[in-house]
């Protein structure tokens, strides 16, 4: 039975982790769009869109994998900077 259990920590603690990097995905990519928007002149309230949006989801994700415990908030924020170092590799930046 204990080992059950275990493996069901694992299994929850491996979908924090895929939450976190889903979450830093949609997290960084929108920033990229975010900063295109400022940069090419489109609309601030579109820019203001995509800077709320952003936050909303990286907070929400976070504050929620927060409530479930240590185990689950550091897999998500591992899986977030994972999402990070691996979307700044894709667009050959330097981290």
């Known amino acids: 039975m204990a080992l059950d ?5 694992a299994v929850a603690i491996l979908a924090y982790g895929c939450l976190g990097m889903a979450s830093g995905a949609i997290h960084f990519l929108s920033l990229r769009k975010d900063a295109n928007l400022l940069v090419a002149g489109g609309s601030i309230f579109a820019a203001l ?3 709320l949006g952003r936050l909303a989801v990286t907070i929400g994700t ?6 479930q415990g240590a185990p689950a908030l550091m897999a998500a924020a591992g ?3 994972l999402a990070r170092h691996l ?3 894709r667009l050959r930046m330097p981290s």
């Open 5 to 9: 259990q275990q493996a069901m920590k």
């Open 62 to 67: 976070l504050v929620w994998a927060a409530t």
């Open 79 to 81: 899986g977030f900077l």
């Open 87 to 89: 979307i700044l590799l």
């Open 49 to 51: 869109g995509w800077r």
